[in-house]
């Protein structure tokens, strides 16, 4: 069992680096990739503790992108060192999300909340601050019962309190991370919001331009729509990848480690893709 797409408390994840990699020992999966939200901070921790426990861990990022469409997020898999590249993107991206966090506080204040952003930061030091990290406070606060009902009331794309952010060139994200020793994967297609339409022609323009690997199966989707994107990219030419988008049970209650789409444990067959194309 693998899983190429995890969270940790480097940005909007309940478990430390050393904590995620114990998890996944004791889950008995043999590879993870730690790909924390445009940030690198939690690697080197996680790269000791997977080898004390002899776990192979595939050193990731996971980039947000500009979009005329839902989200798209890239991911930066089979990392080897951080390019200057890479490091001047992520920190203009940590910038962006500073601004758009400062304008939700803003709205949250509008709205009656009283908080402030040095708050949260006490909370959750040393970590990437996202719309997460404002859920919790609401539920802490009294607001919301749950983190989910702090997004459906709150805090999601078209609610009163979000506010968009500005993400990463795709090109230039693409050439960060292979500057980095690292391959480009798109992650849950399905969140870029493009009809059946028009995905498979988004989609080859990705591949022409860089982006090597699709994030095909992940708990976001159907099972019938992993399926269904499996085959559209090996008709492309991407190989596959497969993750649980794993942030932590108080976090993601209904997402687990080493499963994805439909509750499945992700088989290491999604794992000879991105190992032929770094080499390993």
Known sequence: MIDLHVHTTASDGQYTPTQIVEKAVEKHLSVMAITD??????????????????????????????SPTGEFHLLGLGLKEISDSLKGLLSELVKNRDLRNT????????????IT????????PDTVIGR???????VKKGVVKTRQQAFDQYLAKGRKWFAERVGSNLDEAIV???????IPVIAHPMSLYLSWGRLPDALQNFFDRGVMGLEAFHPGARVT???????LAEKIGYF???????????????????HTC???KIDEKYFEGLKNALNM
Not at 132 to 138: D, K, M, R, S, T
Not at 250 to 255: A, Q, V
């Open 225 to 231: 729509e992993c399926l269904r994107l499996e085959e």
């Open 176 to 182: 960060a991370i292979k500057d980095s020793g690292g």
């Open 117 to 124: 952003l040095e708050e949260i930061q006490q909370d959750f």
């Open 37 to 66: 939200h445009d940030t690198v901070a939690g690697l080197e921790e996680g790269k000791k503790a997977a080898k004390k426990c002899g776990l192979t861990l595939i050193s990731g990022v996971e980039l947000n992108i500009n």
């Open 262 to 264: 439909g509750g499945k």
């Open 132 to 138: 997460p990290h404002f859920a919790f406070e609401l």
């Open 240 to 258: 596959v990848t497969a993750g649980s988008d794993f942030h932590g049970e108080k976090i993601r209650g209904d997402r687990k480690l080493g």
């Open 103 to 114: 304008r939700i506080i803003e709205n949250m204040r509008a709205g009656g909340v009283d």
